[in-house]
């Protein structure tokens, strides 16, 4: 079953637009991941954030956690075409594994 | 620096037919390893995980089974496709722990028809 859920499934912007992203989740985590997809490539890792923590940046990437909620949000500012792509949440429930439950995504369109 | 493979990038076969697909890492040792499928236009699904050598867990019921035959290469199999078997397959590794990212490989796109 999905932990994530990604809001909104799909969003088309213009460049320069910032782009926001909202992952909900139903369990206790011990961290959250977000991964972006190239359409039909692997995934790469975004960025990682504990569940102690509350916000982290990576270049043009922020990333929200609000553990009471069980959200997240990623906030892609300044956005080019090279960052249209599928964006994922994952969420780690303390298995020890690392194994990772991840949401369906959203789609984001930067048009030029 | 670590690498990952993964082969056929593409795949089709007939329903009833075996299946073996093929990872490996390079540049790491004793990695946790990772099968995930993913259908068009969803999220991924985890079918399998290893922690170590011959150690296996299943996550989904199904006509799957994986296999870890050394450090680094993990083996997706079945005996008989199902239609529903079609999707792409990643599979992935990371380092043991629990604050670790996972790092993927190209993918697999698997058609039966």
């Known amino acids: 079953s999905q932990q994530g859920e990604e809001d909104p499934q799909a969003l088309s912007i213009q460049e320069g637009e910032n782009a926001t992203m909202n992952c909900s989740y139903k369990t206790s985590i011990n961290n959250l991941q977000w991964y972006r997809q190239n359409s039909g490539r692997g995934l790469v890792h975004l960025i990682l954030?504990?569940?102690?923590?509350r916000e982290k940046h990576s270049g043009r990437l922020r990333v929200t956690l609000d553990t009471s909620k069980k959200s997240s949000s990623l906030l892609i500012t300044a956005s080019r075409a090279a960052d249209t792509a599928s964006y994922f949440c994952a969420t780690d429930l303390n298995s020890g594994y690392s194994t990772l439950t991840f949401g369906k995504g959203t789609m984001l369109l930067v048009s030029p | 620096s670590q690498t990952i493979h993964q082969w056929p990038a593409t795949l089709v076969q007939p329903v009833g037919s075996p299946l073996s697909l093929e990872c490996t890492v390079e540049?790491?040792?004793?990695?946790?390893l990772y099968w995930y499928r993913q259908a068009a236009g969803r999220g991924l699904q985890l079918l399998f995980y290893?922690?170590?050598?011959?150690?296996i867990s299943s996550e989904v019921p199904q006509n799957l089974s994986a296999s870890r035959p050394q450090d680094r290469q993990f083996i997706l199999s079945s005996k008989k496709l199902l239609l529903s078997d079609s999707g792409f397959y990643l599979c992935?590794?990371?380092?043991?722990?629990?604050?670790?990212?996972?790092?993927f490989g190209p993918g697999t796109r698997l058609t039966v028809t």
């Open positions: 540049g790491t040792s004793n990695p946790n």
């Open positions: 992935a590794w990371s380092n043991s722990g629990p604050y670790y990212e996972q790092y």
């Open positions: 954030i504990r569940s102690n923590e």
């Open positions: 290893s922690v170590g050598i011959g150690q």
